[in-house]
């Protein structure tokens, strides 16, 4: 396993680049329907291809309803923003075990949000180097 760590792994070949992203004048309870849908339970705040903050379903749910999600979300000097050509490293997913998130956002070097990176998308990039 270390191995596949070791071997210079980038952020942007292991992240969901297919990902929900929310309005930050989205009501929170839409934003929770479009999260269920969709099956997630996070998602970047987006405006002008910009990340505004970052939303997980339980705050969303703990939150009123009629809240925007702008009034719900975390901000970014709340967040762990990942670039895309980061390596994905042993630091990085002692830290992610460690504190228990499920995903953070990516960037790219113009600060536009071009995913996300959750344990799922790790789980599955190593079952899939291990042919499995």
Known sequence: MRDIINSKIKIKDVMNGKFIKLAPELV????VQILYK??????PV????????????LDLLVGCKHSKVEDLMLFVDEIKI??????L????IN???????????????????????SVFDILKYIHELLGR
Request: no cysteine; proline share 2%.
């Open 46 to 57: 987006v405006e002008d291809k910009k990340l505004e903050g970052w939303v997980n379903a």
């Open 89 to 92: 490293t042993d630091d990085l």
């Open 28 to 31: 929170g309870g839409e934003a």
């Open 38 to 43: 969709n099956k997630k339970a996070y998602a």
């Open 95 to 117: 830290e992610i075990i460690k504190n228990e998130d499920i995903a953070y956002p990516v960037v790219n070097n113009n600060d536009e949000v071009v995913g996300t990176l």
């Open 82 to 87: 990942l670039n895309e050509d980061d390596e």
